[in-house]
């Protein structure tokens, strides 16, 4: 049995886009944001990949969620942003950098 492809262009995108990791097609976003932890109080800053949107309020949800998986509670998510500002944020964020 021979299958014919209709078009040869879609099925070659097709089969390349299957060939890509996941997220390999969309941009990468990233969040920085404050969380505190209560008894005894502790602060901390933190920088995190995004996987479900690259807006403030899709990476509040996101954030919250990932974080409060350790007992942390999210105080805010400072700013959305991609990998070209990514750099400097590394020695601020400390162990916090991409952890969660």
């Excluded at 919250?64 to 964020?93: M, P």
Aim: proline share 3%.
């Amino acid at each position: 049995m021979k299958i014919r492809i209709r078009y040869p262009i879609c099925a070659a995108l097709c089969a390349a886009a299957l060939a890509l990791p996941n997220g390999a097609l969309a941009a990468e976003c990233y969040a920085d944001y404050k969380a505190k932890k209560d008894g005894p109080l502790r602060l901390h800053y933190g920088v995190v990949a995004l996987q479900q949107g690259c807006d403030k309020a899709s990476a509040q949800q996101e954030v919250a969620a990932r974080i409060g998986r350790d007992g942390w509670t999210l105080l805010n998510v400072l700013s959305v942003f991609d990998t070209s500002e990514l750099s400097g944020k590394k020695d601020s964020a400390g162990q916090f950098y991409l952890r969660y």
